[in-house]
Structures are given as C-alpha cells and as structure tokens.
C-alpha cells in the first residue's frame, strides 16, 4: 500500500548523544563512555531504518537542536520536545503534527535496533484500518505507537518505564472503545542484558556522525 506523505508524519523522539545523559541504566554496569558509543550506534540504526520513509519524518530532540547533526540529511525536519513528563512530550508532539493537518501519525523513539522500514510501513498501513497502532515491547512498554487522532488521555497517569505501560494503555483504550491492534513484538536497548540479547544487530560506529 502506497502511503500518502501529505497525510502520514513520523515522531522520532531523540537526544543528544551526550556521555553522562544517555543510556543511563546501560551505563550503570557498562559504562557512560560504553553506553553513549551504543546509543549513538542506535540512532544510526534508527536513522537507517526511517530515512527511505516517504512521509512527513520529524524529529523531536529533548535539548537544543544542532543545525548540522545525523538528521541533516534525509529530509527530516528538527523540533523541540515540551513538556515536563515523557508524557506531556508525547502528547505535545501529537498534537503538533494533528495541528499541521497530518491524519495518521506514528512516533518512535530511538533505541530499538529491531525496528526496520517495512515495519513502520506496515504500522502506516494498519492505521488503515485501526484507530490506535502500538508496537509491543518486551518490557512491558512499546516501541511504537500510532494514532488517528489526538487521544490524551494515552498520556496521563500512566506508568511510564515500567512493565505495566502496555498493559495499562489497552486497559485505557477498552474503556475509551478504542480499536487498536498489535504489531509483532520487540526489544529496545535500556539494560545489559538487552545488549547482550541484541548487540548483534548494531552496526560499526560512524565515527563521523
């Protein structure tokens, strides 16, 4: 299915690749210097992963945007998170892209190196059809979420980093009689024994990004 950039926005949600900010429960048993060269490999990754996309790619980064950086090229445009929580962010952001008229939008954030094209082109195909996308994590949470319309009451309350986030938000979504469906489940990088699990699929590190 042949998707439509004028009415698809993806979210990709970022900070900057900062030794000491990054990757701060990785860090904790392999280091900061350790942990800030995986993250930077995982938005390589993510990059790669988004940059054939033919919608609407924006990303939003939690500190100052940098002019020239790994999202200056690929036709991405540059953003600010608000808000205080991950959730106010989350939902600022959706309301943002709905505001520039944008029906369908996913957002992503940057630490699954799991994630491919064709799966979020899959995730744009499935809002075809369903009001609420959410790829499930293994942790409890999930790595994708997409969404017809602004709903935020997705973004309050909820138990964010913890193992009940998914579980929470279907809850929400039956109360609200939401249809929403599942991709295939997968696995972002936050501790070291998702690194052990996954550090396969990382790429060499551009020195130069």
Do not use: C
Not at 43 to 52: G, K, V
Request: proline share 5%.
């Amino acid at each position: 299915m042949a998707i439509d950039p004028q009415k698809n926005s993806l979210i990709i949600f970022v900070k900057h690749p900062v030794e000491g900010k990054v990757k701060t429960r990785l860090a904790t048993t392999l280091g900061p210097a350790t942990a800030t060269q995986v993250y930077k490999q995982l938005l390589q990754l993510t990059h790669s992963a988004t940059r054939p996309l033919h919608v609407s790619k924006n990303v939003y980064y939690t500190d100052e945007i940098i002019d020239q950086d790994l999202w200056s090229q690929g036709g991405y445009h540059k953003h600010y998170q608000h808000g205080q929580t991950l959730g106010q962010r989350m939902e600022a952001a959706f309301a943002d892209q709905f505001a520039r008229g944008y029906e369908r939008v996913i957002i992503i954030g940057s630490d699954n190196p799991q994630l491919s094209t064709s799966d979020i082109e899959h995730a744009f195909a499935q809002l075809e059809k369903h009001e609420v996308v959410i790829g499930p994590a293994h942790d409890g949470g999930y790595y994708l979420l997409g969404l017809r319309k602004p709903l935020p009451y997705l973004f309050s309350n909820m138990p964010w980093s913890s193992q009940e986030l998914l579980q929470e938000t279907l809850a929400v979504l039956k109360s609200h009689d939401v249809d929403s469906t599942l991709l295939d489940w997968q696995s972002d990088i936050d501790t070291e024994e998702d690194y052990q699990k996954l550090k396969h699929l990382l790429p060499a590190l551009d020195i130069n990004a």
